[in-house]
């Protein structure tokens, strides 16, 4: 296949066509939630909804990769040995997240129970959904694919913040369903932003380090998931979520581990990995 028919503008073409995929698919949700359908239909359609820049990403595919196979890169992203440190150092990171955002609220809050789930078979099926409806649906467009792509003109620091407020504002139709208004919504969307910038250069950070797509699902994941488990006010968690994580995002940036975000050594992209020179 020849050049001219390569996308200019990969990534620009793919967070266009992921909006125009995911605004169609969330009008869909909103009104399965009006009409009444079962939680678990909803569930679905907005588990679907999610996968809206992997739709994207797979349409696109043939015009950014040009004679690759969706499914071989698919494969190369999961290809690489997980390191036991760099899963050891993102748990502890969100496990600490988590731990001090559940001390602030127990201490600011007056709800009967700290946590929204009741049950063992509840959180499974919340773990479960927010894998399904979030991380596994998001990480192969945004970061396996966006993120590398932007990575071969940028340093992966400032692709991190180019990806993660695009990534961020692919999130705007779900803000004005929160039922904030005024100062609420702006504080909503502000913390919410700092959450996403700052979560997208920690992913970046450790993805880097352990070139698999295991790792930024683990973050997304971990980021969803402990969010949703602590019974309190949303912007306050919110909040809480922005500081923690630009702190750490921060400390990261500082530490620029093996120069992984920015310096001398660049990272290049050879056969779909990623290589320090």
């Not at 009006?34 to 994207?56: E, H, K, N, Q």
């Not at 920690?202 to 797509?213: D, E, I, K, S």
């Not at 683990?218 to 402990?226: K, L, S, T």
Request: proline share 3%; aromatic share 18%; with cysteine.
């Amino acid at each position: 296949m020849s050049r001219e028919k390569k996308l200019k503008k990969p990534v620009a073409s793919f967070i266009l066509l992921t909006n125009i995929i995911f605004l169609p698919l969330f009008c869909l949700v909103g009104a399965i939630k009006i009409l009444g359908f079962p939680t678990w239909f909803f569930d679905v359609a907005r588990c679907i909804s999610a996968w809206s820049s992997t739709f994207a990403f797979a349409i696109l595919f043939k015009k950014i990769y040009p004679g690759q196979s969706f499914i071989h890169f698919v494969k190369n992203k999961f290809k690489t040995k997980l390191k036991f440190s760099v899963i050891l150092s993102v748990s502890t990171i969100q496990a600490f997240i988590f731990i001090l955002i559940l001390f602030l609220v127990l201490n600011n809050s007056e709800v009967d129970s700290i946590f929204t789930i009741s049950s063992w078979g509840m959180l499974f099926y919340y773990f479960l959904k927010n894998l399904l409806s979030g991380p596994l649906g998001e990480e192969l467009g945004w970061r396996g694919f966006a993120q590398v792509e932007l990575q071969k003109k940028h340093s992966p620091l400032k692709t991190s913040i180019i990806i993660g407020f695009w990534w961020g504002m692919w999130h705007l139709p779900i803000w004005f369903t929160t039922g904030f208004m005024g100062m609420d919504l702006i504080k909503y969307i502000l913390f919410f932003m700092i959450s996403i910038v700052s979560t997208t250069i920690v992913m970046a950070a450790f993805y880097n380090l352990n070139q698999t797509l295991i790792i930024p699902i683990i973050i997304h994941q971990f980021f969803n998931f402990f969010i949703g488990l602590i019974n309190g006010n949303l912007i306050d968690l919110i909040m809480y979520n922005a500081i923690f994580y630009l702190v750490v995002a921060v400390l990261i940036i500082i530490i620029n581990p093996k120069k992984v975000l920015y310096g001398k050594k660049a990272t290049t992209i050879i056969k779909g990995k990623h290589y320090m020179i």
